[in-house]
């Protein structure tokens, strides 16, 4: 049966289990859902993840596999489409490829049990074939240049472009035209032995799930299924310098757009099991001194400086990133203002303001866990990063003023590079 | 007034102002929203305010604004987190800032009126950044003369906002202050903040409304091509429908669309996407308060006239041969299974609510399954029948 844990706070139970056969399942059952369930599968490979070793032989694969895996997996063996059957299953059923992690999620007013089965099929039958391979790439070929569309993408990337030498984040999670076309059967059945074993897996479900009849399905797939070795991800090491610090580009653009991204260590293997506890401090750190509360925002907006102000702190395996975007006026008096602000930041960070930002992120977190689908992602999204999200109240009680400051002291001696895009003079 | 006494984490408020529609402009409505988290006096300005609901565990309010017939709606959200999250006293600050701000108001800075007002221009500017929400934009206005997308952020035109004056502002108030109101609460709060949040104003009892959605007039052109620097190409076909809501035509033209664009085992998806290997996105939607069917593709600049071709073909097909039960069962449980996940979603749960009281029936999901059961197959094949894609707009570099 399931472990049951309970958290008070919260007034609420997870039901967990791992399966000898590797996979991790947690159950966030909501009462009041009478009918529909939602359940997210995470994989914890993503785009960055195309250097590794498995069963000790090392792979180098092309950019984009995860996310062309991704799309290659919904293929079943009878030559039909996954979706298919989770339509028949009343099922409603999608994926995405983020650079940590790939995900197969899906909900349903009706059976849970059906469309998990198939979910679960799906995941352990990959059918790829020359011709299916060949058929995707088409298709993924049109999802990255509708995705060039896109100019915060488009800007991001060429940021990361100019930041790393051969860290994987240089490249956009679906890869490029040119580098799917290296991508064949024989790649993604690689990469498949080794991350999308059960091992590998953690099934979230949550709303309206009868326990017992989960149980049972999932002790029965248990007894048909073996324990498999996962493959290590691996990253070169990479120095803090960047390729580039400025950039410019004429593009549509009605307002200027600008991202800065400071080149951060990233954190060690160590580091990186208690991850939660290093990259919160910074995010309150950005929004003390960068958010809309903050005067330096204010006096920006005030003074019609900029109309956007975005900053945020990311942390991959092997690169960890500090950015901001911004919509500007005034491309010049932005980056004089921003640079002298950013000389003497630990001035403006204080510790009233460290309270209030600790507030306004539980509110923020209470408000979205009362979304079903953001609570389960959540959930998963942090375990993978081992960190239990109930845990995020009392994480917000432990961090110490003292980190928000030295980060903030910190900043101005990270390698940068700026990324303008700006529209043609008339 | 509505009263859901339960044991959700958050804590939740929601406020109507119901006004007529002519005693505003849309520009006023959508910059006054702004204007009443803004500056109070020179002891509360606007940065203090976004502090205090920071600090107030990110309580400030979110205001929607919406039309409805010949009214004018004004949602005012509030959410707080539950007691076993937070003090009570701190439950009652934020019911005080609000009443503060919101209801108790006597003035609007001029300094933040001028600096939301080109915010609003700005915005009108970045629209063009995100293609598929312009070009829709950009159909819906030269194929059948609406001026802004009613399910859009209501800006209001440029020249509307480039006129608006602090008097009008004060105005707008003045009339958003003596609506009728409307008051749902959605958790647990104890007496003294139950007190608290009643006393912000005057509440009316919720009303059942009259559902009428009014014809609207088509006009300008059929074909147009606009040029957008842009990898690849958009298509928008679209038409009028023959459909009204809420009666039966309602119904059958959302299971036509679900039929024709709506899912992964639509027809589009699988002969233009799946098939022809076309297009990554395509979709069709059917906007009842419109009345209008609209195909949305993305594709190479090479393939706009061949998937045209196809979409056009596609939609002969299903008149001339009619839609499969399996078609009809599919689509009808996606719509189903839609409403029944909104009637259970946590975060909807007091819209909801409010939208049953007012709306009645309409917004009752028993009715709504019912009616999508009840439609036949000859409903929906007559909704296909009158449709005709003969409305198009094509954004791409040239």
Redesign the interface.
Known sequence: MFEKIYYK???EFVYHKKLHCGLDVHVLK?D?????SYVQLFIPYGSNDTYYTHLDKTYVQPAGIAHFLEHMIFAMPDGS?A??K???Y?A??NAMTTRHYTKYVF????DLIKPLNHLLNMLDTPYFTDENVK?EE??IE??L??Y??E?EDKLYNKLLENMYHKHPIKEDIGGTVQSIKAIKKEKLYEVYNAFYQNSNRHLIIG?AVDLEKLNEFLTQYDDKHTFSEVGKVLYEPEDLSVIKTYDEYI?????TQIMIGYKLPPLNEDELKIEKYYTLPYHIMLEIAFG??S?FY?SL??D?IV?YLNASHRSYNGARIVEFTV?TSNKNAFLKRFDDYVQGLEQDVNIE?F???K??????Y??N????SNKIGTYGSMLIRNFDAYQY?DLLKEIKFDDIYEHAKNLRNYNRSVVVFKKAKR | MIYLDNKRKNVEILITFIENDHSDTRAYRFLRSKMLLTTLDETLKTQEIEKKFAYLYESMPTIYTQKYQDKHLTQIYIQMPSENFIERKQQGDIIDLVKRLVFMRKSFNETDFIVEKKKLLQAIDNIKSDKFLYGEQLFLKFAFGYKNLESMPMYGSRKAIKHMTMDGLHQSYESLINAQKHIVINGYVHDSIYQKIMNLSSFQPIEKQEIIYKQRPVKVFKEKQVSLKMNQALIYLGCHVDAKAPDRTFFAMHIASSIIGGSSASRLFTIIREKYNLSYYISSGYYHTLNTMLVVASVERSSVDETIEKIEALIEDMKQKGITDKELLIAKNEIKNQLIKQAEREDKHIFLTYNLAFYGDFENIDYKLHMIDSISIAEVEDMIKKMKLERRLVIKDV
């Open positions: 706070q919260f007034d909501v009041s859902f009478k009918f529909s489409d979706f298919e989770f339509d028949e009343e409603d059923a909900n349903t007013t009706k058929k088409k298709i049109k999802e240049i509708m060039m569309d100019l709303g593009e549509d653009v009605q307002t809309k509360t005067s204010q907006m005030n019609g109309t919509h303001d309270a209030m930002i507030n306004s992120y539980l509110g923020v209470l408000k866990a009362t979304k079903i109240a």
